[in-house]
């Protein structure tokens, strides 16, 4: 199956450099671009892409703004390394984050996992998410808690330590298929829309160790 992707970043020099790298893959197809947030919330509706590669920095609507607004799985890209935007990127649904500078290699596996439901972080950003988990006080968790089973609590503290899906069904001895109906249903549960915030949610509340 081909990955369709949107490209989204108001230089039109990036965008050409991400389609050529992109479009190389055998299993990846660049299906459209857009110049700015708004644009390719429109061009996600009427393309219908498996992910969205989007620019934090872009006119009339950043890409913050852009994916709250996107139902597909999204790539968050800059090329300033500020905690703002990664947090802000996370916060806002977007289930992967690179810098601009990331290599070839990183951004087709961003794509890839994105595709298939998991989050990728760049290395380069993932020993700040690290300390911050680790500086701060954990929260005290919500009445949303409470409305997961022992079991979906168990997923999500597995998905919390990074496990894939078939990690989990093999951790639990159950099928796979059975994992990703709990992780949904977990992420309903605590009103997420990704993994990444669920793992997010997870440290922020004490549910794992920093």
């Known amino acids: ?36 947030g708004a644009a390719a919330i429109l061009a996600a509706q009427e393309l219908r892409p498996e992910v969205v590669l989007i620019d934090i920095r872009m006119p009339r609507m950043d890409g913050i703004a852009a994916i709250r607004e996107l139902t597909v799985p999204v790539v968050a890209l800059t090329t300033f390394d500020l905690d703002e935007y990664l947090f802000g990127a996370l916060a806002a649904g977007a289930i992967g984050f690179l810098l601009k500078d990331s290599p070839p290699q990183l951004v087709l596996d961003a794509v890839r996992a994105a595709a298939a439901g998991r989050g990728l972080i760049d290395p380069a950003v ?12 954990p929260r005290p968790a919500g009445p949303e808690l409470e409305r997961l089973t022992d079991r979906e609590r ?57």
């Open 154 to 210: 168990e997923v999500l503290l597995l998905v919390a330590r990074g496990l894939t899906n078939a990690e989990i069904a093999r951790t639990l001895w159950v099928e796979e298929g059975t994992v990703k109906t709990h992780v949904s249903r977990v992420l309903a549960k605590l009103g997420l829309r990704t993994r990444v915030q669920a793992v997010v949610y997870a440290y922020e509340h004490g549910l794992v160790a920093g």
């Open 1 to 36: 199956m081909t990955i369709r992707v949107l490209v989204a970043d108001d230089q039109p020099a990036v965008r050409s450099a991400l389609r050529l790298v992109l479009d190389a893959e055998s299993d990846i197809s660049v299906v459209g671009e857009a110049g700015n």
């Open 126 to 137: 993932t020993p700040r998410l690290v300390a911050r988990f680790a500086a701060v006080s």
